[in-house]
Each structure stands twice: as structure tokens, then as C-alpha cells.
């Protein structure tokens, strides 16, 4: 059981007019110490077709030393659903900040699984300092048009944290293009699985014949993904590689 001063469900919280489900827990031990002693929060976003139910075996094991947040996405869980809104990473992104700036209202450590990734990583480049991190579970790509702004994040993470913490380029990539659109705009890997959803398992290959075509582009990278066969050895699959 965890032992909290605070556990609320903040039910009444609006965005954009509309009703959204969240709850909160603050740890008993936050009642001795500094807002330095503390840490950041924890904001917990669900995946396609999930809720805040979906993190009910995590949030208990987090709440025992950090203020943990989750919220139902408008669409999904016990938030309202109105029919009037572009459903989207944009929404959802813009939901996530005001959330952060208004209930949160502190730094943010931002986990977002499957679709909720990537409203987590979208609202972090928003929020800029106020996020103090970002956690991405399997998480999906960019949404219909918003293919230039995956490539953007990739570019703006790439600028802020540097070489040395491997980006993995993860959505839209369908085609040996936008493969190459990841690690060009600074991905140190590839993710194919979205890819082979929607195309079968031959986007690999066909990926990685297009890349073979590119050294420049460090198509080992993806060579290692894909798990080109030689002799007796190699694997597929569409998950990141080293």
C-alpha cells in the first residue's frame, strides 16, 4: 500500500472546454522536504485505446518517492469525447503543456507510451526547461501531416543533448526515405516496426537495399536493425539496435 498525504482525482480540470480524468499522488516523505529534496514530478500519458488504468501496477511503485501525475487523453478513458475536435499529436501535445503548466506546475518528468509517446515527447520540446526529462515506451510516430515535425523533434533533441545519448528515429518510416529523413536529421538508429504494420515485414529489406546505396548516411545503423542475413547468423525484426 502506498502511504500518501494527497491522492486527488482531478476530474473538474477542463481543456479547451472539454472534461479531463486525472489523478495525482503525492508521497508522505514530501511532507519534510525541500522542493529541491523532492524532484521533479512524474506525468505518466497512456497509449492508443488505454487510460490512466494503464499504469495502475506503476503508479503505486513511483508514487513511494515522487509526485505522480497521469491523465486520460481527450478521446480516450474517462475524458469527455466530443466530436468536434481534430484528434491529433498536436491536441494532444497542447493538452499535456497545459496540464503541466497548470496543475503540475513544476518540472516534468514526461512518460508516454505508444501513441502517448509521442504527445510526451512533442509537449517536452514545448515546454522546454519546465520538462526536467523524457521517458518514450515503444512509442508511435508522428500523426498524418505531422511527419515534418517528428523529423523537427529529432532535430531539436539532437541539438540539446548532444552525441552521446543515441536517438532512435521511430514513426513514419515506411520507405528507405524516410529512413534516411531520421538519421539525416541526427536518429542514430531506426525503428521499423511501425513500418512493418503497415507495409509488411519487406520494408525491411527494402530499406535497407536503399540505404545500402548510401554509406554516408551510416546505413550500418539500420544494417544492425534489420538484421541482415550472412551465412547461417543474423534476425529480423523491427525493433532499435546498438
Do not use: C
Not at 33 to 44: M, N, R, S, V, Y
Not at 135 to 150: H, P, Q
Not at 201 to 227: D, K, Q, W
Request: aromatic share 8%; charged share 20%.
Amino acid at each position: 500500500m502506498v502511504s500518501s498525504v494527497l491522492e486527488t482525482n482531478i476530474s473538474n480540470w477542463k481543456f479547451l472546454g472539454h472534461s479531463v480524468h486525472s489523478l495525482s499522488i503525492i508521497p508522505e516523505a514530501h511532507k519534510s522536504k525541500t522542493d529541491e529534496e523532492k524532484g521533479p514530478a512524474i506525468l505518466l500519458i497512456h497509449g492508443f485505446g488505454a487510460s490512466t488504468d494503464h499504469w495502475r501496477y506503476n503508479i503505486p511503485f513511483l508514487s513511494r518517492t515522487h509526485e505522480v501525475h497521469a491523465l486520460d487523453l481527450l478521446g480516450f478513458g474517462r475524458s469527455s469525447k466530443p466530436s468536434n475536435l481534430d484528434y491529433g499529436g498536436d491536441l494532444w501535445r497542447q493538452q499535456v503543456v497545459a496540464y503541466i503548466k497548470e496543475i503540475i506546475q513544476k518540472p516534468t518528468v514526461v512518460v508516454g507510451n505508444s501513441l502517448g509517446g509521442y504527445a510526451a515527447l512533442a509537449a517536452a520540446s514545448s515546454l522546454e526547461t519546465e520538462a526536467a526529462g523524457v521517458v518514450l515506451l515503444n512509442a508511435a510516430g508522428y500523426f498524418s501531416d505531422e511527419r515534418k515535425k517528428s523529423n523537427d523533434l529529432i532535430k531539436i533533441f539532437y541539438k540539446m543533448i548532444g552525441k552521446n545519448i543515441k536517438i532512435i528515429g521511430v514513426g513514419g518510416v515506411d520507405s528507405g526515405k524516410s529512413a534516411m529523413e531520421k538519421l539525416l536529421n541526427g536518429a542514430s538508429l531506426v525503428q521499423l516496426y511501425t513500418g512493418m504494420v503497415y507495409n509488411g515485414p519487406n520494408i525491411a529489406s527494402v530499406s535497407y537495399t536503399h540505404l545500402r546505396a548510401h554509406e554516408t548516411l551510416r546505413y550500418r545503423v539500420l544494417r544492425v536493425v534489420v538484421g541482415k542475413k550472412k551465412g547461417g547468423g543474423g534476425g529480423g525484426g523491427g525493433g532499435g539496435g546498438g
